[in-house]
């Protein structure tokens, strides 16, 4: 009984202190993100911009960079705290592809004949090397979360706002809610809602990933209290998607 016991809190000690390595991670990334995203108008639409002059010259991207690749699984952590530390990894992946190839007119400038940006290897998570698209495609987007689309972002002018906190276990409701909210209010690259011509003109994240949203992104939208009920009758019309580089002006 005793041997049994001594094993639980061994167990619970491990788990515990997994979990402090993982958090002290975000909480590096949190400052980073503070720091360098800052609210802006960009081509006329407003959002949260990235100062990546800044941020290449912060010694705290390397350290994150080195210490991603050798965290510990996230396996034993609850699924709120995979989820968070998955996304904050994408963010922080995409920021730093950016960060250390300064000029870009866009991440898509880096797309490769046969492959694309988002197909090369990104980094290493935990000892293995990941591509962006099989971490949102094959990782995140397997929770069954839809609202995730709002908080990945491409580092593209049209990608919804780069949250400039870490995404946390505890607050991850609050911040996805928030995260849909604020893109939804955004006219320019979010939802617009066109009464003269009954349209609803979305964001191409609802066509490119439609079956997330159950195949209506009408009804999801109404089932979350984004659109009103008289909007279910209206066409539905696709913003254009702006892949410009979502920098501050003159910090790319």
């Known amino acids: 009984m005793k ?22 991670w975000n909480e590096k990334y949190d400052g980073v993100v ?23 010259g912060d010694r705290r991207v390397d350290e994150l960079r080195r210490a991603l690749a050798s965290l510990p699984s996230l ?23 950016v960060a250390k190839n300064p000029g870009l007119k866009g991440l898509q400038d880096l797309n490769k004949p046969g492959k694309n940006i988002w197909n090369q290897d990104a980094g290493k998570v935990s000892g293995k090397s990941y591509t962006l698209d099989h971490i949102e495609h094959k ?13 990945l972002v491409c580092a593209a002018v049209s990608c919804p706002n780069l949250l400039n906190e870490a995404y946390t ?24 809602l066109d009464k003269y ?9 609802f066509d490119w990933f439609k079956s997330d949203f159950s195949n209506d992104s009408k009804k999801w939208l109404y089932n979350n209290k984004i659109i009103p009920r008289y909007a279910l009758s209206y066409k539905v019309s696709y913003l254009n998607y702006d892949w410009d580089l979502n920098a501050l002006p003159g910090k790319n």
């Open 75 to 97: 396996s034993s952590q609850s699924r709120n705290k995979r989820l968070a530390c998955w996304m904050n990894y994408y963010n922080f992946l995409t920021l730093y592809i």
């Open 34 to 56: 503070k720091d360098h995203v800052k609210q802006s108008v960009v081509k006329g639409i407003q959002g949260s911009y990235v100062d990546y002059k800044a941020l290449r």
């Open 139 to 151: 990782i995140i987007r397997s929770y069954g979360e839809p609202r995730i689309h709002f908080a």
């Open 169 to 192: 276990a505890d607050k991850l409701e609050k911040q996805l809610a928030k995260q849909l909210r604020v893109f939804a209010l955004n006219k320019k690259k979010g939802i617009h």
């Open 197 to 205: 011509n009954k349209t609803l003109k979305l964001s191409s994240l």
């Open 3 to 24: 041997n049994a016991i001594l094993f639980m809190v061994v167990i619970s000690l491990s788990v515990g202190m997994m979990a402090d390595v993982f958090d002290a």
